[in-house]
């Protein structure tokens, strides 16, 4: 499984990107598909997830009510909706993907995840 993550780029505190992560491979629908963020210095750090289905989300707090997560497994692709972005939301962002038949619903601990995509930089101008 291949994941390439786009949509990243240099936008104004209040703005507003939709990121997208690409999956190759067969197996995608049935896994969660998770977004970490990792910033200079700082420790890579969950975002939000998805399940297969699409029926359950979970966010990180600090993205609540700002950030959307949703999929299309018909085009193997996960979206990452990012509203009212604040310079504290620079990072670069990852799509990660769980395995398969032991994560149902997603986890916000890097270390349970199968695959990781290359990153895409976001940064928020104030």
């Known amino acids: 499984v291949q994941l390439q993550a786009s949509g990243g780029g240099l936008v104004q505190a209040g703005g507003s990107l939709r990121l997208s992560c690409a999956a190759s491979?067969?197996?995608?629908?049935?896994?969660?598909t998770s977004w970490f963020r990792q910033a200079p210095g700082k420790e890579r750090e969950f975002v939000a997830g998805i399940s297969w289905s699409g029926s359950s989300t979970l966010y990180a707090d600090s993205v609540k009510g700002q950030f959307t997560i949703s999929r299309d497994n018909a085009k193997n692709t996960v979206y990452l909706q990012m509203n009212s972005l604040k310079p504290e939301d620079t990072a670069v962002y990852y799509c990660?993907?769980?395995?398969?038949?032991?994560?149902?619903?997603?986890?916000?601990?890097?270390?349970?995840?199968?695959?990781w995509g290359q990153g895409t930089q976001v940064t928020v101008s104030s």
């Open positions: 491979g067969r197996t995608f629908s049935s896994r969660v």
């Open positions: 990660a993907l769980g395995p398969i038949g032991t994560m149902w619903r997603p986890r916000n601990e890097p270390a349970e995840y199968d695959y």
